[in-house]
Each structure stands twice: as structure tokens, then as C-alpha cells.
């Protein structure tokens, strides 16, 4: 997996791109097809999956802490079921993603397994403190692994985190992951007002560790109801942020990348931070939905309100949750353009894929006009 490849268009907001790719372009063919006629049965072409709400470190800033205290988590058995249920549905890959920390999931070792012996490719967000738990699984079988470290001492790790001190143990734990890693592994860093003279550092650390990649993304302000904003200190400190990344970019050559998320550029420019949006359909729900040890959600920026649910797969199959009344009419109740505040990682893709299907209904094929990306373009093409 070359990492010239991961740095397309120098931000981690690659989601459009992934679509367009020459192996996902029937199938997004046949979804615009489908959307154009109102109809929303088109199975997701990736998942998100929160296998737990367990967390061993609690950060102050994490936006899904709301959910972190219930404790749940979907049990073993039926994970493994709902692994099958995916593969029959045509998924092509899953990422272990937020809403808990998924080392402290009992049965780690198996779900990982078994989503590789699926032939689902997958990949984990993790905060790295318990990862020697499953790192042999996942040096073998992982397409690529995130880890969220957002210093680049112990003494600041501290200072952010109340005094817990894992530091070590998490940097450690990544260089011998890199060892014997067969996929991508890089780290986040979340930018905030006492960590930003850190942010060269960081890179120049986790370079030096063997890591494939860095990260860097804004602070959200965490809010059940879906207005999560940017954090509005960050802008008064711009001048400094903008140094300090421009110091980690010249890190950036053929075995690094420097990465930098979209919300964290139009925290940087003079875009509004609320953003504004145009449709009035989401149509990145139709394509990477979340589940839930507490339910499935049409968008992980809705995790843990009803406004975005759409079942339980306690009570069912995902076939049917995906096919039921209840996501429709979610589906129908959703108004980006009202009910979206926050700087949403997909916009850019709703942009473009609502026009499609505006064009597609008067006659006008939008889509056989856009080019093609090649698969070489992105590594990571089957996450979306």
C-alpha cells in the first residue's frame, strides 16, 4: 500500500474521490439510479461499526462522551452473525470506529479475525493504551489503523488527559506495530489551544517511529443534537496553527504523509465555521451508515439521538433495518440544510451527489461526464 497513494488531494476528505473509483462506479451507477426514483434499498457500500461504549480514557473533548457512560456493548455473537450479514450484503469493508474504545472489547481478536477471513477489509480508530491486546491480529490483517495521540511528550499527554500518564506505553505500542505491519498505520492529533506549539513535534515523532501517516483535525464542541461546532479559540490562534502546520508539511515525502482534515482547513480560512448547505438530502447516509451497540444510525454525527436511528440489531437482521419504513422516513425527515450546523466531513460529497441525481431526473447523465479516479489514486478505496 504505497503511501504516495494515501496523500490524494492533501486532505483525509477523500470520500468523493473513493466513489468515483473504477470499482465502485456501477454500483454508484445503479444507487444514483435508484435515488433518482426516491428509492433508498441500495445497500451501503462500507460500514461504520462501535463495537463498544467502553472507554479506559475518557478525554474532555471527545465528541461522543455522551454515549461513553452506557456502558453496552454488541455482544460476540451476534457481531460475528452481523459480519456474514454484511458479506451477503456485498459490504466491502468496515471501520472499527468511535463511540468506545474497541481494544476494550472482550472478543477483539476474533471479530477482527473473522472480518478478514470474510474477505472484508477493515480498519480501526483506537487511542493505542490496549493494543498489544490484538496486535498480532492486526499487524497481519488490517488495512490501516489510526491511533489518537494528540502530543508529543509525556508531559503534555498528562496535561490533556487529567494526570493519566500512557504516553509510553501508547508510542511503544506503536513501534512494534510497525514492525510486522502489513497495512497503513498513522496517528490523529486533535488541535486545541494547549497542545498547539506541539503539533511539529508530534509529526516529527511519529515519522521517526515508522508510522505512515499524521492527521490533523479541529476540536468539536460535543452536542447530542447534531450542532456540534468547531471549537472557536482555534481561530485566534490561527497564525500559530497555520506555522506550526506548515513546519509538519515539510515532513510530508514519499514515506510520510501529513495529513490535514477539511474542517480543520476552513477552521484556518475565512469560510464560515457553521457551514452553510445547499440540499436538502443527505446523500452520504446511503452509503456508510453506523451501527451501534444501541442502535444503527444513519450518520455518526447523529450516534446516540433518535433523530438519526433506524434500528436495533438486537431485534433484527440489517437487511431489514436498512429496507424498514423507519429509515425512510428518517431519511425524509433529515434537512441538511436546517438540521446540519457542523463542518460535516461529507458535504462535499452530498454536493456532487445531489446534482447527479437533480440532473438524472431531467434527463441530463451528470455522472458518465465526471471522470473516473483510478484505484491507484487512493489506498484506502474500499473506506469510505
Known amino acids: 500500500m504505497g503511501i504516495s497513494n494515501l496523500k490524494a488531494g492533501k486532505t483525509t476528505d477523500s470520500l468523493?474521490?473513493?466513489?468515483?473509483?473504477?470499482?465502485?462506479?456501477?454500483?454508484?451507477?445503479?444507487?444514483?439510479?435508484?435515488?433518482?426514483?426516491?428509492?433508498?434499498?441500495?445497500?451501503?457500500?462500507?460500514?461504520?461499526?462501535?463495537?463498544?461504549?467502553?472507554?479506559?480514557?475518557?478525554?474532555?473533548?471527545?465528541i461522543d462522551k455522551y454515549v461513553l457512560s452506557k456502558n453496552k456493548e454488541i455482544p460476540e455473537k451476534r457481531m460475528l452473525k452481523l459480519l456474514e450479514e454484511f458479506k451477503k450484503a456485498g459490504i466491502r469493508s468496515i471501520v472499527y470506529f468511535g463511540g468506545g474504545e474497541p481494544m476494550m472489547y472482550n472478543k477483539i481478536n476474533e471479530i477482527l479475525t473473522k472480518t478478514y477471513n470474510l474477505g472484508i477489509d477493515y480498519a480501526i480508530n483506537t487511542n493505542g493504551i490496549m493494543l498489544e491486546r490484538a496486535s498480532e491480529t492486526i499487524s497481519k490483517t488490517c488495512s490501516w489503523i489510526r491511533i489518537s495521540l494528540d502530543s508529543a511528550s509525556e508531559e503534555k499527554y498528562k496535561e490533556l488527559h487529567d494526570g493519566k500518564n500512557y504516553f509510553k506505553k501508547i508510542v511503544e505500542n506503536i513501534k512494534i506495530l510497525n514492525k510486522n505491519k502489513k497495512g497503513t498505520v498513522g496517528t490523529s492529533f486533535v488541535v486545541m489551544e494547549?497542545?498547539?506549539?506541539?503539533?511539529?513535534?508530534?509529526?516529527?515523532?511519529?515519522?521517526?517511529?515508522?508510522?505512515?501517516?499524521?492527521?490533523?483535525?479541529?476540536?468539536?464542541?460535543?452536542?447530542?443534537?447534531n450542532e456540534r461546532s468547531l471549537t472557536k479559540y482555534i481561530a485566534n490562534l490561527n497564525n500559530r496553527v497555520k506555522k506550526e502546520l506548515e513546519k509538519a508539511k515539510r515532513l510530508d515525502d514519499a514515506t510520510f504523509a501529513v495529513l490535514i482534515t477539511g474542517s480543520m482547513e476552513t477552521l484556518l480560512s475565512s469560510e464560515p465555521v457553521n457551514q452553510r448547505k445547499g440540499y436538502t438530502y443527505c446523500a452520504a447516509q446511503q452509503f456508510v451508515p453506523l451501527v451501534t451497540p444501541y442502535g444503527v444510525y444513519v450518520c455518526p454525527n447523529l450516534r446516540g439521538s433518535e433523530k438519526g436511528k433506524i434500528g436495533d440489531i438486537s431485534a433484527g437482521s440489517f437487511k431489514n433495518i436498512w429496507e424498514s419504513k423507519q429509515r425512510k422516513k428518517i431519511i425524509k425527515q433529515i434537512n441538511p440544510s436546517k438540521d446540519c450546523k457542523l463542518a460535516c466531513l461529507r458535504h462535499q460529497i452530498n454536493s456532487v451527489i445531489n446534482s447527479i441525481i437533480e440532473n438524472k431526473k431531467i434527463g441530463v447523465d451528470l455522472l458518465s461526464l465526471i471522470k473516473e479516479t483510478k484505484d491507484n489514486d487512493i489506498s484506502d478505496k474500499y473506506f469510505i
Open 194 to 225: 494547549n497542545n498547539v506549539d506541539e503539533i511539529f513535534e508530534a509529526a516529527k515523532l511519529i515519522k521517526k517511529i515508522g508510522c505512515d501517516f499524521i492527521q490533523f483535525k479541529p476540536r468539536y464542541i460535543p452536542n447530542i443534537k
Open 16 to 62: 468523493l474521490l473513493k466513489l468515483l473509483q473504477d470499482d465502485f462506479r456501477p454500483r454508484l451507477e445503479k444507487a444514483v439510479k435508484k435515488l433518482s426514483a426516491d428509492n433508498y434499498t441500495s445497500m451501503p457500500f462500507a460500514m461504520l461499526v462501535d463495537l463498544t461504549t467502553k472507554c479506559d480514557l475518557g478525554c474532555s473533548w471527545c
